[in-house]
């Protein structure tokens, strides 16, 4: 199962983060995870919301450039050595991972949003395994 | 030192007779060997034979750098290949280049004309000159070798591009000239004095060209490396370096005029001005073969003196550039136009035709940053990609310009749209 994750471009500039945040907050879109890839020039803020269409759709609005692309969230048991043995599986079906990030919102399970260079074989990779993968409604209502 | 007190120090009328001759007979000579001329003279019923003296240039039609282009590579070379020896070429308002052809004759005048202006320059047969103008398609480093080899001088050819080495075998040679850009010459100054060789050179002169720059720059140069600086000029299409070269007053620099007949054109009429008076340029090369033009737009705004200086030539003195009549900016020498950061964009789509181009000096080097709105449909959330994008853009303009600019992504609909003539450039240099 994918998720839709909200990509939005930004530039180094003072502010720019917040309007981005103030444009989510005046559609009452909730966040549930971001991650902030940052160069020297611009940053690339990656969200998991509970309405990523219409964050997309209230962005451009304001002038935001912003994609909607599918991501994996995928449940890991909430301990130590769990990560690991996930990115095991993916390694040893040579595929690359672009980026992830976490999050733990339970005391027994933890989530890591992930995108690799090839998302369908991930995703078949992680049903063979019997890996859950849930959506962003799922995740909204924990 | 004057290079050749016959043709410098001659009386003005000497120099209005010669003027004359030459230019009635290069009219001649391009009616029957240059079919672009022959047609515009005809369009406007004009015969070689209306040409009597230099006064009648007025009647003559112009030459532009489009016209080169749409006769783009040969067609205004007035001699078959076999004549010429050399082809140089520089960038063209779009894609392609402005190519100019030389005979060997041609060539042996543009070392005369070099030879005039370093000796100018107080270069003499005992100086070791290092050469650090680029050496290729670019005129600036062959035209100022050959024509520091003509005085005599030991020429080191060092191109561009290793601030190091030039450094290092300076202090080694003992090098007592050089010439390269003036921005380039300020930069140099910076890397001997981080190495602590500011004291160790033997340098004595610097002429410095390709690019405009101020007097305040002049006597920065001469104060920080305790040596003499010259002003050279020159465009491959009249030639190279050398159309013009400033003498120890400072006053203006002095022509050619024996080769290269100028002119100041009121920006508007067109009709030449009074001494004194800001307009365009424009060359007539008076004894050309491979390549001759008549009274070709430079685009450079200055002003004419046709009054004898102190150094005691008697050749007009243009003033230093005021700016230019079109958009063309001179980025590390190179000729940059707007209009071909657009065609190189254009045949991208990652990116829309959107663009800001913001020039700056920093360190003396001067710096160019290419600012771009990505296409939607290219929107990533990949670094990666992103990172991929920017260095395909700055190929790109390296192939189409040949000149190395720094690209960044801005969002979208934060650069001007054209309406009209949008501004597309932001010059923070302060040249003029």
Redesign the interface.
């Known amino acids: 199962m994918f998720a839709k ?1 909200l ?1 939005v ?3 180094n500039r003072t502010g720019r983060l917040s309007e981005v945040l103030n444009v989510l907050k005046e559609n009452n879109i909730n966040i549930l995870s971001l991650s902030l ?1 940052d ?1 020297t ?2 940053g ?1 803020l ?1 969200l998991m919301v509970d309405n990523a269409p219409l964050g997309k759709e209230k962005l451009s609005e304001n ?5 909607l ?1 599918n991501v994996s969230i995928i449940k890991i048991p909430h301990k130590a050595g769990s990560l690991q043995e996930l990115l095991k599986v993916i390694d040893d079906n040579g595929v690359n991972i ?2 992830m990030y976490g999050l733990s919102i339970e005391s027994t399970d933890a989530y890591v949003v992930l ?1 690799a260079s090839n998302a369908d074989k991930v995703d078949a990779i992680l049903t063979e395994n019997n890996i859950e993968t849930i959506s962003c409604d799922t995740l909204s209502k924990m | 030192m004057i290079w050749n007190e016959t043709k410098e120090c001659m009386s003005r009328d000497e120099m209005h007779n010669l003027q004359s001759k030459r230019l009635i007979k290069l009219v001649d000579y391009v009616y029957h060997n240059v079919e672009f001329y022959r047609k515009k003279m005809q369009a406007v019923g004009l015969l070689p034979c209306d040409i009597k003296a230099i006064e009648d240039i007025t009647k003559l039609p112009f030459t532009t750098k489009d016209d080169l282009r749409d006769n783009y590579p040969f067609g205004l070379f007035a001699v078959p290949n076999s004549e010429i020896v050399r082809i140089h070429a520089s960038s063209g308002t779009t894609g392609k280049a402005t190519v100019v052809g030389y005979t060997r004759r041609d060539i042996e005048i543009w070392s005369e004309c070099v030879a005039r202006c370093f000796t100018m320059a107080g270069v003499s047969k005992d100086d070791i000159i290092q050469v650090a103008y680029g050496y290729g398609l670019f005129t600036g480093g062959l035209g100022a070798h050959n024509g520091a080899e003509k005085i005599g001088a030991t020429v080191v050819p060092m191109s561009t591009g290793n601030s190091k080495k030039l450094t290092t075998m300076m202090v080694d040679f003992g090098a007592t000239a050089i010439a390269c850009t003036p921005s380039y010459l300020l930069h140099i100054s910076e890397v001997l004095a981080e190495e602590g060789l500011l004291d160790k050179i033997k340098l004595k002169n610097a002429i410095c060209g390709a690019e405009p720059w101020t007097d305040q720059m002049r006597l920065e140069i001469e104060k920080r490396l305790n040596i003499r600086a010259f002003d050279i000029y020159g465009l491959s299409e009249i030639m190279g370096p050398g159309v013009a070269c400033d003498c120890k007053f400072h006053k203006g620099l002095h022509v050619c005029e024996d080769h290269f007949y100028p002119e100041v054109l009121d920006t508007k009429t067109l009709i030449p001005v009074a001494d004194g008076v800001l307009g365009e340029l424009a060359f007539t090369t008076l004894t050309k073969e491979g390549i001759p033009l008549i009274r070709y737009r430079t685009k450079d705004l200055t002003s004419i003196d046709h009054s004898a200086c102190e150094c005691g030539r008697t050749s007009a003195r243009i003033s230093k550039f005021k700016g230019r009549s079109d958009d063309m900016l001179i980025i590390r020498g190179v000729n940059v136009f707007p209009s071909q950061i657009e065609a190189a964009l254009c045949e991208l789509d990652e990116v829309t035709p959107h663009y800001m181009m913001i020039v700056d000096r920093v360190n003396n080097l001067d710096t160019l940053e290419i600012q771009v709105e990505l296409n939607p449909n290219y929107y990533t959330d990949e670094v990666r990609v992103l990172e991929s994008l920017t260095k395909k853009i700055a190929h790109t303009i390296q192939q189409a310009l040949g000149i190395n600019a720094k690209i960044k992504i801005v969002e979208p609909q934060t650069l001007v749209r054209s309406q009209g003539k949008a501004v597309h450039v932001i010059d923070n240099r302060k040249l003029i």
């Open positions: 994750q990509t471009f930004i530039e890839a160069t020039e611009y690339l990656r002038g935001f450039s912003s994609l692309s672009e980026y995108k």
